[in-house]
Nanobody, 123 residues
Framework: QLQLVESGGGLVQPGGSLRLSCVTS????????IGWFRQAPGKEQEGVSC????????WYLDSVNDRFTVSRDNANNTVYLQMTSLLPEDTGVYSC????????????????WGQGTQVTVSS
């Protein structure tokens, strides 16, 4: 069974940076993409970014494009989300998830989830 564990969240001032990590274990060959999602208090969960394992193709939510960068370290079964120029509206619980399938990572169904890590952007 595939397991995902996020880390790297915390409290940061507006304009600051954080790097989130998603470490996978178990059947690490059984997924095709890793996605990052976030949920702010009182709001629905939204996809933030994703990356395919095979070709490292990526997708970003419009509001984070040019500020966030997703990358992978296949040797260490880790996917990163580098977040810069953080805004208060980036606050939320960030979770990573794994998906199986072909096509762009933004179109896949994510079935295996981590527990999430809190990101708070506030002065």
């Amino acid at each position: 069974q595939l397991q995902l564990v996020e880390s790297g969240g915390g409290l940061v001032q507006p304009g600051g940076s954080l790097r989130l990590s998603c470490v996978t274990s178990g059947f690490t060959k059984d997924y095709d993409a890793i996605g990052w999602f976030r949920q702010a208090p009182g709001k629905e969960q939204e996809g933030v970014s994703c990356i395919r394992s095979s070709d490292a193709s990526t997708w970003y939510l419009d509001s984070v494009n040019d500020r966030f960068t997703v990358s992978r370290d296949n040797a260490n079964n880790t996917v990163y989300l580098q977040m810069t120029s953080l805004l208060p509206e980036d606050t939320g619980v960030y979770s990573c998830a794994a998906a199986v399938g072909s096509g762009p990572c933004s179109t896949l169904a994510y079935a295996a989830w981590g527990q999430g890590t809190q990101v708070t952007v506030s002065s």
